[in-house]
């Protein structure tokens, strides 16, 4: 039994989303092999091979790759399909972009959000905003699943020693072209990678508030910066810092929830973290229910004597 594992990755390195990916597909069993399909992806493929528990590397290298463009991403996926057992994405923007189109080729059903291996043919995965488990089981040859990343370990980075071996570039589909990008800098962790994370909600009451009391605790734990639906959609937070089951999903180390009252979509965002922190003056919130430490008090009185404290 072959496993392939399709690796996020800028060319030049692989994303930690991979590692949690490679991670589930050793707890399924058999032979690990890591996709990555690139342009100018050498150092990528060089970088996946050091993976621990992966066995071969297949480095698919074509300017139609340059930008992970969906439609190609598939076909070269689909064109290798019939020598595993099962195809890994982890579900990120980019994994769920990728493997509808595969499942659909394939004519299998797609599995997704896996957060646990029960068997090759079984896994477990949350519904209903992560407030019930359900166990699905897979009949079909070859199993399309996207990986929750939160609920698998990252596999070492370093120690493997995978052959890399190159393959045969699909075709260009001619479908979709890319035209540009326009991406947020930032000093701070990437939010899905962070293991600090600090994020604030609509109880701040506006931008300047939001940035007054969340960035110095932010600054002063090296954190990333998170925020609530209610506080993205307020225009308090930019869209890409939400956190929840219409956001990022994240699993840090430390999250600290300032103002930040607890709705079930929030909960279904971040309630995998290791320690959670919850500053609230409402007593009733439901964030508590989820909190390891919580502190009712004024987040605006609060906040700063921690800052000062720290």
């Given at each position: 039994?072959?496993?392939?594992?399709?690796?996020?990755?800028?060319?030049?390195?692989?994303?930690?989303?991979?590692?949690?990916?490679?991670?589930?597909?050793?707890?399924?069993?058999?032979?690990?092999?890591?996709?990555?399909?690139?342009?100018?992806?050498?150092?990528?493929?060089?970088?996946?091979?050091?993976?621990?528990?992966?066995?071969?590397?297949?480095?698919?290298?074509?300017?139609?790759f340059a930008h992970g463009l969906a439609e190609n991403v598939a076909a070269q996926v689909v064109a290798l399909a019939?020598?595993?057992?099962?195809?890994?994405?982890?579900?990120?923007?980019?994994?769920?972009?990728?493997?509808?189109?595969?499942?659909?080729?394939?004519?299998?059903?797609?599995?997704?959000?896996?957060?646990?291996?029960?068997?090759?043919?079984?896994?477990?995965?949350?519904?209903?905003?992560?407030?019930?488990?359900?166990?699905?089981?897979?009949?079909?040859?070859?199993?399309?699943?996207?990986?929750?990343?939160?609920?698998?370990?990252?596999?070492?980075?370093?120690?493997?020693?995978?052959?890399?071996?190159?393959?045969?570039?699909?075709?260009?589909?001619?479908?979709?072209?890319?035209?540009?990008?326009?991406?947020?800098?930032?000093?701070?962790?990437?939010?899905?990678?962070?293991?600090?994370?600090?994020?604030?909600?609509?109880?701040?009451?506006?931008?300047?508030?939001?940035?007054?009391?969340?960035?110095?605790?932010?600054?002063?734990?090296?954190?990333?910066?998170?925020?609530?639906?209610?506080?993205?959609?307020?225009?308090?937070?930019?869209?890409?810092?939400?956190?929840?089951?219409?956001?990022?999903?994240?699993?840090?180390?430390?999250?600290?929830?300032?103002?930040?009252?607890?709705?079930?979509?929030?909960?279904?965002?971040?309630?995998?973290?290791?320690?959670?922190?919850?500053?609230?003056?409402?007593?009733?919130?439901?964030?508590?229910?989820?909190?390891?430490?919580?502190?009712?008090?004024?987040?605006?009185?609060?906040?700063?004597?921690?800052?000062?404290?720290?």
């Amino acid at each position: 039994m072959s496993i392939l594992v399709i690796a996020e990755h800028d060319n030049a390195s692989i994303k930690g989303a991979t590692l949690n990916t490679v991670s589930a597909a050793a707890a399924i069993g058999g032979d690990v092999h890591v996709l990555v399909a690139g342009h100018q992806a050498a150092g990528a493929a060089a970088a996946a091979a050091q993976i621990a528990g992966v066995a071969k590397v297949l480095h698919a290298e074509s300017e139609a790759f340059a930008h992970g463009l969906a439609e190609n991403v598939a076909a070269q996926v689909v064109a290798l399909a019939s020598a595993y057992s099962h195809i890994l994405f982890p579900a990120t923007a980019g994994g769920k972009n990728v493997a509808p189109r595969v499942a659909a080729k394939l004519d299998v059903a797609q599995i997704s959000d896996i957060t646990l291996v029960v068997s090759p043919d079984t896994f477990e995965r949350p519904i209903y905003a992560g407030n019930a488990i359900a166990t699905v089981q897979s009949a079909d040859a070859t199993k399309v699943i996207t990986v929750r990343t939160t609920g698998f370990d990252a596999a070492p980075a370093s120690g493997g020693s995978a052959a890399v071996e190159s393959v045969a570039a699909a075709a260009d589909s001619g479908k979709s072209r890319y035209v540009g990008s326009e991406i947020a800098k930032s000093d701070r962790p990437e939010l899905t990678a962070a293991k600090i994370i600090v994020s604030g909600g609509r109880a701040l009451g506006s931008s300047e508030k939001f940035s007054e009391v969340i960035t110095p605790l932010a600054d002063k734990l090296g954190a990333a910066i998170g925020a609530s639906r209610a506080a993205v959609d307020a225009g308090y937070a930019p869209n890409d810092l939400q956190v929840g089951q219409t956001g990022k999903i994240v699993a840090p180390q430390l999250y600290v929830a300032c103002g930040i009252s607890g709705a079930i979509q929030h909960l279904a965002g971040m309630k995998d973290s290791k320690v959670i922190v919850a500053i609230n003056k409402d007593p009733e919130a439901p964030i508590f229910s989820v909190a390891d430490y919580g502190l009712e008090a004024d987040l605006f009185v609060a906040v700063p004597e921690l800052v000062q404290s720290l």
